[in-house]
């Protein structure tokens, strides 16, 4: 690419500000137009390895000029957008689903099918980095004060593959979904991650396997109590011991295997949501609520890092080993924890949360800062009676309304999603951010030869 094409690229763009701000039918062509053009320019170039420092330049160049147009286009269409995609919020689409067909529809707004396919098939430093645009696509979807309470109503609503598991678990009280097992005891729905291969740290995969889990528990009439441990692992250091999550698998993310949809906005928006608020019934009938809740019991046996920290602060209850620990080292590896920024003021307060999250601290179950985050300590011996007096409590009449009403005063619903709506942008951002993609690659190189690739964020 020449400095004369580049600068005829970007003025191109440039021009078509004005364009993406006209009338829906105006503007979706001349974004398509922009989006085309861009294309072209990049195909020109080497692949995104190969480039020398000023093709480089160039493409990040016209990349960005072309999102500013897609950011302006969404920012004067959004609602427009969102109706035609969902026949005026009538269908009720999930992340993937809103994103496939917001590919069909507006050309050039979000990357197709096979760009995505082709991005999946390399390492996260080779990307051309089109999941940049899904970020701004649902930044400002959950920006929008109808398109956002939609798109979190069908985020809630119970997967497909829990609905045809449904009768088998019901049936029998028992399902082994792959990483995670599912098991029903008297009146308790127990999940046991058991991902023994990475000490439990997440990935696409496993994230499935939960909203899975949880929209199962949460459908079995004869769960009343949720609860969550991490199983028994055969890694060499923790053999035989729980570990709850390492959190996220840095190997897959090196690997380009941790999607900003289906992984990093689909836990957030998926399982975890649904631990909180509950699944949504099509009963609109039932003027009492249409969702279904229960609460919900963590149990750290060994660590909880990074997304496994995040889970907790999503429980009702959670007891910890005296020799366990939490922490949340995202920010020294160069990404947002999850809801954890939004949480964890509320729990530690701001000063704890500062030193959690920016600086790295971990938090052992035996120091006192620990009963801000967990609410019972004890020795291994003893956790496994704590549990069961937990979950029996759990069990009350009035535990369901109360919890509803704590966390409406604790997350109100726009406030919930003004801050999942920055954070698909920012987390987009910080997935293809250079010290990311440097820092990912010698973890998971350095992983290789302590635990498979298993490393926590």
Same mark, same amino acid.
Request: charged share 30%.
């Given at each position: 690419?020449?400095?004369?094409?580049?600068?005829?690229?970007?003025?191109?763009?440039?021009? #078509?500000?004005?364009?993406?701000? &006209?009338?829906?039918?105006?503007? *979706?062509? $001349? +974004? /398509?137009?922009?989006? =085309?053009? !861009?294309?072209?320019?990049?195909?020109?170039?080497?692949?995104?390895?190969?480039?020398?420092?000023?093709?480089?330049?160039?493409?990040?160049?016209?990349?960005?000029?072309?999102?500013?147009?897609?950011?302006?286009?969404?920012?004067?269409?959004?609602?427009?957008?969102?109706?035609?995609?969902?026949?005026?919020?009538?269908?009720?689409?999930?992340?993937?689903?809103?994103?496939?067909?917001?590919?069909?529809?507006?050309?050039?707004?979000?990357?197709?099918?096979?760009?995505?396919?082709?991005?999946?098939?390399?390492?996260?430093?080779?990307?051309?980095?089109?999941?940049?645009?899904?970020?701004?696509?649902?930044?400002?979807?959950?920006?929008?004060?109808?398109? #956002?309470?939609?798109?979190?109503? &069908?985020?809630?609503?119970?997967? *497909?593959? $829990? +609905? /045809?598991?449904?009768? =088998?678990? !019901?049936?029998?009280?028992?399902?082994?979904?792959?990483?995670?097992?599912?098991?029903?005891?008297?009146?308790?729905?127990?999940?046991?991650?058991?991902?023994?291969?990475?000490?439990?740290?997440?990935?696409?995969?496993?994230?499935?396997?939960?909203?899975?889990?949880?929209?199962?528990?949460?459908?079995?009439?004869?769960?009343?109590?949720?609860?969550?441990?991490?199983?028994?692992?055969?890694?060499?250091?923790?053999?035989?011991?729980?570990?709850?999550?390492?959190?996220?698998?840095?190997?897959?993310?090196?690997?380009?295997?941790?999607?900003?949809?289906?992984?990093?906005?689909?836990?957030?928006?998926?399982?975890?949501?649904?631990?909180?608020?509950?699944?949504?019934?099509?009963?609109?009938?039932?003027?009492?609520?249409?969702?279904?809740?229960?609460?919900?019991?963590?149990?750290?046996?060994?660590?909880?890092?990074?997304?496994?920290?995040?889970?907790?602060?999503?429980?009702?209850?959670?007891?910890?080993?005296?020799?366990?620990?939490?922490?949340?080292?995202?920010?020294?590896?160069?990404?947002?924890?999850?809801?954890?920024?939004?949480?964890?003021?509320?729990?530690?307060?701001?000063?704890?949360?500062?030193?959690?999250?920016?600086?790295?601290?971990?938090?052992?179950?035996?120091?006192?800062?620990?009963?801000?985050?967990?609410?019972?300590?004890?020795?291994?011996?003893?956790?496994?009676?704590?549990?069961?007096?937990?979950?029996?409590?759990?069990?009350?009449?009035?535990?369901?309304?109360?919890?509803?009403?704590?966390?409406?005063?604790?997350?109100?619903?726009?406030?919930?999603?003004?801050?999942?709506?920055?954070?698909?942008?920012?987390?987009?951002?910080?997935?293809?951010?250079?010290?990311?993609?440097?820092?990912?690659?010698?973890?998971?190189?350095?992983?290789?030869?302590?635990?498979?690739?298993?490393?926590?964020?």
């Amino acid at each position: 690419m020449t400095a004369d094409e580049t600068r005829e690229g970007l003025s191109g763009v440039g021009e #078509g500000l004005r364009d993406v701000r &006209a009338e829906l039918p105006l503007a *979706r062509a $001349a +974004l /398509a137009r922009a989006a =085309e053009r !861009t294309e072209k320019l990049l195909d020109a170039l080497p692949g995104p390895r190969d480039r020398s420092a000023r093709q480089r330049v160039g493409a990040e160049a016209a990349t960005d000029a072309a999102r500013t147009l897609r950011a302006a286009f969404l920012d004067r269409h959004v609602d427009a957008v969102y109706d035609e995609l969902t026949d005026r919020r009538v269908r009720h689409l999930r992340l993937d689903e809103l994103a496939e067909a917001a590919a069909a529809a507006f050309p050039g707004l979000v990357p197709t099918a096979g760009q995505l396919a082709a991005e999946r098939a390399r390492p996260q430093a080779h990307k051309e980095g089109h999941e940049l645009d899904q970020g701004i696509f649902f930044s400002r979807v959950l920006r929008s004060s109808q398109a #956002g309470p939609h798109l979190l109503d &069908a985020m809630v609503r119970p997967t *497909r593959r $829990a +609905l /045809a598991l449904l009768p =088998e678990f !019901t049936g029998t009280g028992r399902l082994d979904l792959g990483s995670v097992r599912l098991e029903r005891t008297g009146a308790v729905a127990r999940l046991t991650l058991c991902r023994d291969d990475t000490l439990n740290a997440e990935d696409d995969a496993q994230v499935d396997d939960m909203e899975t889990a949880v929209d199962l528990a949460l459908l079995d009439p004869a769960s009343e109590v949720g609860l969550l441990r991490g199983g028994e692992m055969t890694h060499r250091r923790y053999r035989g011991r729980r570990v709850f999550s390492a959190g996220l698998n840095l190997k897959s993310l090196h690997s380009g295997d941790i999607s900003l949809v289906d992984f990093l906005l689909r836990r957030e928006l998926g399982y975890i949501h649904k631990i909180m608020r509950g699944i949504l019934s099509d009963d609109e009938a039932d003027w009492r609520s249409r969702t279904v809740e229960k609460p919900w019991v963590a149990v750290v046996d060994s660590f909880a890092i990074g997304g496994g920290a995040q889970l907790l602060l999503a429980c009702d209850h959670v007891i910890a080993a005296a020799d366990a620990y939490l922490s949340l080292p995202a920010a020294q590896e160069g990404i947002i924890p999850g809801l954890a920024n939004y949480r964890l003021t509320r729990f530690a307060g701001p000063r704890l949360a500062r030193q959690i999250i920016l600086e790295g601290r971990r938090i052992w179950a035996s120091e006192p800062a620990a009963r801000l985050l967990v609410d019972e300590v004890h020795d291994q011996p003893d956790l496994d009676l704590a549990v069961e007096r937990s979950v029996e409590r759990l069990r009350g009449s009035a535990v369901l309304a109360n919890r509803r009403m704590l966390h409406h005063a604790e997350e109100p619903p726009d406030e919930f999603r003004s801050y999942l709506a920055e954070f698909a942008l920012q987390q987009a951002l910080r997935l293809y951010s250079p010290d990311v993609i440097d820092k990912v690659g010698r973890f998971s190189a350095a992983s290789d030869d302590r635990r498979g690739g298993a490393r926590h964020v």
